[in-house]
T-cell receptor
């Protein structure tokens, strides 16, 4: 069965650079979620989209933005990267009215 | 705001034995969902089991079962016949029925001894 696809798997950036993470949800899933998991931390909710509209916002910094496109894939844009942004970024998706989140393998971002 | 507490940072179990991981949560909502996710060293987040708050019956998935005590706001995970592949970080998670914000506990690292 198809799963949530995230790209890239690993990303290395310098401070103050920008990064774009991509997420392709499971087919027919209409809701996408972004989570940030720092080293040794639990995942923290950043933002979610339902039917291409932002549905909920968590602890997402103002330097980050995200959107969901017409094909339901989503991109997380991160600007003015800081060392503290180094983390594993998960995308998850859920089906219409579904409560279960299915996670991708994550993008490991390292900011040097 | 909802909070999820896992009071056991680490747990250990002998292969083939049974282990219970604890989770409590705090909420004023009446409708919500509870989950246990497993995160092995690969760091993939894998759904283990889920429970709807309106259901009194405890969820079961093969060797995994929960003890859901709604009044006590407790949601423990029991792993029976533990296997080496069960070794992972286990996160308890709460999701409101009213929004998309899923909250995770701090996690419990489970070690399985051969």
């Amino acid at each position: 069965a198809a799963g949530v696809i995230q790209s890239p798997r690993h990303l290395i950036k310098e401070k103050r650079e920008t990064a774009t993470l991509k997420c392709y949800p499971i087919p027919r899933h209409d809701t996408v979620y972004w989570y940030q998991q720092g080293p040794g931390q639990d995942p923290q909710f950043l933002i979610s989209f339902y039917e291409k509209m932002q549905s909920d916002k968590g602890s997402i910094p103002d330097r980050f933005s995200a959107q969901q496109f017409s094909d339901y894939h989503s991109e997380l844009n991160m600007s003015s990267l800081e060392l503290g942004d180094s983390a594993l970024y998960f995308c998850a998706s859920s089906s219409p009215r579904g409560e279960k989140l299915f996670f991708g393998s994550g993008t490991q971002l390292s900011v040097l | 705001a909802q909070t999820v507490t896992q009071s056991q940072p680490e747990m250990s179990v002998q292969e083939a034995e049974t282990v219970t991981l604890s989770c409590t949560y705090d909420t004023s909502e009446s409708d919500y969902y509870l989950f246990w996710y497993k995160q092995p060293p690969s760091r993939q987040m894998i759904l283990v089991i889920r429970q709807e708050a309106y259901k009194q019956q405890n969820a079961t998935e093969n060797r995994f079962s929960v003890n859901f005590q709604k009044a006590a706001k407790s949601f423990s995970l029991k792993i029976s016949d533990s296997q080496l592949g069960d070794a992972a970080m286990y996160f308890c998670a709460y999701r409101s029925a009213y929004n998309n914000d899923m909250r995770f506990g701090a996690g419990t690292r489970l070690t399985v001894k051969p």
